[in-house]
């Protein structure tokens, strides 16, 4: 059973992606996304699976993101996952990015 503990212990962070290419290896077509979090954390890298919403990487570069840093590390096709990126799953397999209001400064916590 999820405690209320376990959801405070989750570090949420506003972010920027400074740089979105395809990972080739990776089963269901994904990105590998560099993303800004602020002079606090500084630079993540994630791996995401955006492709059916987002066809063109380059739309995703700027873009501020919503993303949770404090999980483990992951091995995502030979790609270490750092941050998990969080967005909103339709049933057609796209993923809406949730987004800051305009103005929010990088490596603002989420509460």
């Not at 972010?15 to 954390?41: T, W």
């Not at 967005?87 to 209001?101: I, R, T």
Request: aromatic share 6%.
């Amino acid at each position: 059973m999820i405690e209320l503990d376990d959801f405070t212990r989750i570090d949420m962070r506003i972010g920027r992606i400074l740089e979105a290419r395809p990972l080739p290896a990776a089963r269901k077509p994904s990105y590998q996304l560099r993303i800004d979090f602020g002079a606090e954390l500084g630079e993540r890298v994630s791996s995401a699976q955006l492709t059916v919403t987002y066809p063109d990487p380059a739309t995703l570069v700027g873009r501020q993101i919503v993303a949770v840093v404090n999980f483990p590390p992951r091995r995502v096709a030979g790609f270490m996952s750092d941050v998990l990126v969080l967005g909103a799953v339709g049933s057609n397999g796209q993923v809406h990015l949730l987004q800051p209001e305009p103005g929010c400064d990088e490596g603002l916590r989420i509460g």
